[in-house]
């Protein structure tokens, strides 16, 4: 019996600690589940206020498959609105972004404020009079949370606080907007968007994976010399983190303050950025800004679509059950310009259309989703590092960089939203 024939998957059957059944990601009933138990019911992120910076600006953005835009009304308050009309169901709005105090349906010219309240329709008296405009208004988000610019929304009228779905996961954001001399980082690059013909949990497990860098990129490392390679290997100290709720982390801090490169994150040495480091040590001091930049920025996956990838933020859309765009723009702190275009520049070699990283990450997630389809063997193995699995400081399940302590963490609460 295929999953589609039963009422309820069984979550047991399908979930261990060690491998996943191959069906998760190509049943068309796991990935409608998923839909009402994570994508509509937990936290997911949906931009950034710099997006919005001004009174009326706008944003369309998504969760999951669902349009949304984010809108910021003329007093500044944020919100997030379903891009469909209350009539017959057209996008209101098709520019990506704008500054507008109303949005048109182009079908039948009904029109909507940027707060989502109905606004009138032509040819009113075709309604009698009786046509009730307050309930029929924009659906909208119903829970908006914001941590460190970071917007966030929610379909379930209740349930835990941003925060608390966050956990040890907002330490990240703190870390990434640290290295900002103002405190603020700014997504104001632009957005590339690729599309992969894969299953959008492929990408969600790609992303803390430090066993395939070795391989898939191999090719990059050794023609940039860059020497990332090595902080996925056998022999480093940088570690793989279960941070509770999902979320996931490489923690490369380890290797980076045994390799003791002075002011090395992501080369941020003087001569390559003196405008930037300037700020940094004119906030944080010499040593206060060397200690920042040796660190550098998080390598985290936040649960379920938003991947913190140093230099980089990565948004996961699942489209269909064996479908996703990926989101990506590179990250930039105001007032920074030469740090600003190194960021941009290595973000288009990375990332871009004719980028290393990402055209190697795609071509992976696609080759996975036609092999999953095979019959046989229906299960996909995450046992990688178990026997040195062990806790940190802080109590979290770490492992070696190659080891899948993130997948299988990823599994563990993945089967708790699905069986809740």
């Not at 940039?224 to 290997?233: E, T």
Request: aromatic fraction near 10%; hydrophobic fraction near 35%; proline fraction near 5%.
């Amino acid at each position: 019996m295929s999953i589609a024939e039963r009422q309820t998957p069984d979550w047991d059957a399908l979930i261990e600690h060690d491998r996943v059944h191959g069906s998760l990601y190509t049943d068309p009933a796991v990935y409608a589940a998923e839909l009402e138990r994570i994508w509509y019911r937990t936290w997911v992120y949906v931009g950034h206020v710099s997006e919005i910076p001004e009174p009326n600006d706008y944003v369309v953005k998504s969760i999951g498959p669902q349009p949304i835009i984010m809108s910021r009304d003329k007093s500044g308050e944020i919100h997030l609105l379903l891009n469909r009309c209350t009539h017959r169901a057209n996008l209101v709005c098709d520019a990506a972004k704008g500054n507008s105090s109303a949005f048109r349906c182009p079908y039948h010219g009904w029109t909507f404020s940027n707060t989502g309240q109905l606004l009138g329709y032509p040819f009113n008296s075709g309604y009698g009079g009786r046509e009730a405009k307050k309930d029929l208004g924009l659906g909208r988000v119903p829970r908006i949370g914001v941590h460190q610019g970071f917007v966030f929304g929610s379909f379930a009228e209740d349930g835990p606080s941003l925060m608390e779905h966050l956990g040890a996961a907002a330490e990240a954001f703190d870390r990434l907007v640290a290295l900002s001399p103002t405190g603020e980082v700014a997504l104001t690059a632009g957005w590339l968007q690729h599309e992969a013909k894969a299953n959008w949990k492929m990408l969600l497990e790609n992303e803390t994976d430090g066993y395939h860098p070795q391989f898939v990129h191999s090719s990059i490392f050794s023609v940039a010399k860059s020497g990332i390679g090595d902080l996925y290997g056998e022999k480093s100290t940088a570690v793989s983190r279960d941070l509770g709720g999902g979320h996931t982390e490489n923690d490369l801090r380890p290797e980076f303050r045994r390799i003791g490169q002075p002011l090395g994150w992501f080369g941020t040495r003087p001569e390559k950025v003196p405008d930037y480091v300037a700020q940094m040590e004119a906030r944080h001091g010499v040593d206060g800004a060397r200690e920042i930049l040796i660190d550098g920025a998080p390598h985290v996956m936040l649960f379920p679509n938003l991947f913190i990838a140093e230099i980089q933020l990565f948004v996961i859309q699942p489209t269909a059950v064996d479908e996703t765009v990926q989101h990506v723009t590179a990250v930039q702190f105001p007032g920074c310009d030469d740090m600003n275009r190194r960021l941009l520049q290595q973000t288009i070699g990375s990332v871009g259309p004719a980028g290393f990283l990402l055209a190697d990450d795609t071509e992976m997630y696609e080759r996975n989703q036609r092999g999953v389809q095979a019959r046989s063997p229906e299960w996909l193995q995450i046992k990688r590092g178990t026997h040195r699995e062990r806790r940190d400081e802080n109590g979290f399940l770490i492992g070696d960089a190659t080891d899948e302590v993130p997948q299988r963490g990823i599994w563990r609460h993945y089967r708790e939203l699905m069986e809740d």
